[in-house]
């Protein structure tokens, strides 16, 4: 199990982020799937588990539990439990679930990991003021292949 919560993170995270040759605004879904990684570069299990952990970045553990991750302080009950989620789901499933989760699951509060339009605009920090510019999908990756978030 913990393997497979892993390998979901790598797959998820790391295969949805993309270069600026694939924008939010091109990618393609079929029935909410996504079937080519967007970056046509392997998931990686270490770097998915630190952005599905890290507060900072994917935060997934917010509202997902998962065996691979059980060392994390509380572990959210919002979402389904990852563990088994790539026997439940296909890897373009995945993918799509994590890219914009509201194409295959229109009610769904998980959010969008990689959108930039479509949506309620945040607010600029807690100034009250709509945000100044437009804004970067939550996940990307920078051409250095260092995984950050808002990068």
Not at 2 to 13: E, G, H, M, Q, Y
Not at 65 to 72: E, K, L, P, R, T
Request: net charge neutral; charged share 20%.
């Amino acid at each position: 199990m913990k393997r497979t919560a892993t390998t979901f993170a790598a797959l998820c995270l790391t295969a949805t982020a993309a270069t600026a040759e694939v924008a939010p605004a091109d990618v393609m879904y079929e029935d909410g799937a996504i079937a080519a990684s967007l970056t046509g570069a392997a998931g990686n299990a270490d770097q998915g588990r630190k952005i599905m952990t890290d507060k900072s970045m994917g935060n997934c553990v917010s509202c997902h539990a998962a065996q691979a991750y059980s060392d994390v302080p509380f572990p959210g009950e919002v979402g389904p439990v990852l563990d088994g989620a790539g026997s439940r789901w296909t890897e373009a499933e995945l993918r799509g679930l994590v890219v914009n989760p509201k194409v295959m699951f229109e009610g769904t509060v998980m959010p969008a990991f990689y959108k930039v339009d479509g949506f309620t605009r945040p607010g600029d920090a807690y100034t009250g003021k709509a945000a100044p510019a437009d804004l970067p999908p939550l996940l990307s990756r920078p051409r250095s292949r260092t995984w950050l978030p808002f990068s």
